[in-house]
């Protein structure tokens, strides 16, 4: 890709008019282009002017700001406690929710994912007197 013959020309900020800011906005929030392409593209010499105009006029919610993370060797017992429920709460919803897919998987395609080889290896063991 040789750009020699054309030359882009930079842009002042005069130049842009709120429907350019609206249309760059929009592209970006449909994911048609990242800001910096964007100000790439269009010759946006300000490296901020894109996400300024995204805060601005953009839909996406920018009033709330990212809550960093403490790291796991920062933790109280407390807060180390209230994390992994809230991960074995993720958990057990996921596994539910696997658990919900394999069922119907094998009612309505009889695909045959849940095996009952558990079971039955349970009953083999209560019949000899044994437990597992």
Not at 62 to 89: A, D, N
Not at 123 to 131: F, N, Q, V
Request: aromatic content about 6%; glycine content about 8%; proline content about 1%.
């Amino acid at each position: 890709m040789c750009n020699a013959g054309k030359k882009r020309r930079r842009r002042t900020q005069r130049d842009y008019n709120m429907g350019f800011k609206l249309a760059v906005v929009d592209q970006v929030e449909k994911g048609e282009m990242t800001y910096k392409q964007a100000q790439r593209h269009y010759g946006i010499q300000g490296r901020s002017t894109v996400l300024t105009w995204l805060r601005k006029h953009g839909k996406l919610d920018w009033s709330t700001t990212r809550q960093h993370s403490m790291s796991k060797s920062q933790e109280t017992p407390e807060q180390k406690i209230k994390r992994l429920e809230r991960e074995l709460e993720d958990e057990r919803v996921r596994n539910l929710v696997l658990d919900g897919m394999v069922t119907i998987m094998d009612q309505e395609y009889g695909a045959g994912l849940r095996k009952k080889y558990l079971s039955e290896l349970r009953e083999l063991y209560r019949r000899k007197g044994k437990s597992v």
